[in-house]
């Protein structure tokens, strides 16, 4: 049984581990089931079922989720996006407004610029290293302040202790998309977040053969929202979530590994006179390369750069190398590589982009755990190519 002193790799391990054993299983088992039987339960979201999100297999691990962020409750839900719009259409209403840091992930941005606005949730963007311009986009109606660790795909660590203290301050629910660093980097609700958003399908998963998300935070909020994916429903099944639970025991160790291989592969490049650019967090060159040293463990597995060549080149790089997969996702443990043109942000204009700074020409890796000689390698065959 995992105690809240313990470390987080034995967090990971032991907490939300049923006792007595079910049938002395050291793994838990998948239960299989939409339904259980009645036990004499008073309300309706206490009934054992599926869509509830109550079953063994979610109760489990909404209780490793808590242990690892050091929440009061966590919920599961069945894709990272439905994580987050559970969450922001379980917060806020017509006639309410929020904050939205400017460089969010594609489908993000879109939810807010098409849906949301749909329902009457109002949004303003702000630069998350701006926070002279912050108190100029409030309103009476302001009800939510939403930014992400770091940004998809540029890398920018924003001003994440003032986010916290800009809204206690107003009165603010404050929310942030952690998926990037994982709770092994970096744990924002001891930072003061009210609430901490993961694709789980990324590195809390880890092997890129299953879609799901989740949302960690204070007992009351992970009620409110769990009322409203249940009715939405929008539930993880019993053998992703089996999965999940798995995935999770060698987080900690993948995530080191993520983070060595990363800063690697960025100074590597940083090197190559083929590269005008690479946006890492762990790289001194880095505009807030100090923040993120005071506040993560490590800076995660995902990097961008451009090519002095641009578009062309990158594609001619793409093609050329041996290990990456060309493939969207990240937190898998093999290495992907894309242009976010053409996947996390093809839904938006290129002018939109252009605005954000994604250039045409900006390729993504999402550094796997191979060993770092052998990526280095690769990628300097095929920079040879260009």
């Avoid at 490793?64 to 922001?88: D, F, R, Y």
């Avoid at 190398?321 to 093809?346: D, K």
Wanted: proline content about 5%.
């Amino acid at each position: 049984m995992a105690h809240p002193s313990h470390h987080l790799q034995t967090q990971l391990i032991h907490a939300g581990q049923p006792k007595p054993r079910p049938a002395g299983a050291v793994v838990a088992p998948i239960y299989q089931s939409a339904t259980f039987e009645y036990r004499g339960e008073r309300d309706y979201s206490q009934l054992r079922y599926l869509r509830l999100n109550n079953t063994p297999n979610h109760q489990a691990l909404h209780a490793v989720l808590a242990a690892i962020s050091g929440a009061e409750a966590a919920l599961v839900t069945a894709s990272g996006m439905a994580a987050i719009t559970t969450t922001l259409l379980g917060l806020l209403g017509a006639g309410d407004h929020l904050l939205a840091q400017d460089c969010l992930y594609g489908g993000t941005l879109s939810f807010l610029s098409e849906e949301a606005a749909a329902l009457g949730i109002e949004v303003d963007y702000i630069q998350g290293n701006d926070l002279s311009s912050w108190a100029r986009h409030l309103r009476p109606t302001t009800r939510l302040l939403y930014v992400e660790t770091m940004t998809n795909p540029l890398l920018e660590v924003p001003e994440l202790e003032a986010v916290v203290g800009f809204a206690r301050r107003r009165n603010l629910l404050s929310v942030i998309d952690n998926t990037f660093a994982s709770p092994v980097n970096f744990r924002p609700l001891a930072l003061g977040f009210d609430l901490e958003i993961h694709s789980a399908t990324k590195y809390l998963n880890g092997h890129s053969d299953l879609v799901a998300g989740c949302v960690m935070g204070g007992g009351t909020l992970i009620n409110q929202l769990t009322r409203r994916l249940n009715l939405l429903g929008a539930t993880l099944d019993p053998h992703a979530c089996f999965l999940l639970e798995r995935g999770l025991k060698t987080l900690a160790l993948r995530m080191r590994q993520h983070d060595d291989n990363a800063l690697a592969l960025a100074r590597f490049l940083e090197g190559r006179p083929e590269v005008a650019r690479v946006n890492y967090p762990g790289l001194e060159s880095h505009p807030q390369h100090q923040r993120a040293q005071r506040l993560f463990s490590g800076c995660g597995g995902v990097l961008s750069f451009e090519l002095r060549e641009g578009i062309t080149a990158a594609d001619r790089l793409i093609g050329a190398l041996e290990l990456p997969v060309s493939a969207p996702s990240l937190g898998g443990v093999e290495t992907l590589i894309t242009r976010p043109a053409l996947t996390s942000h093809a839904g938006l204009t290129p002018q939109r982009r252009a605005a954000l700074g994604i250039a045409e020409g900006l390729v993504r890796v999402a550094v796997g755990i191979e060993a770092a000689q052998d990526l280095c390698a690769d990628f300097a065959q095929a920079l040879e190519q260009l």
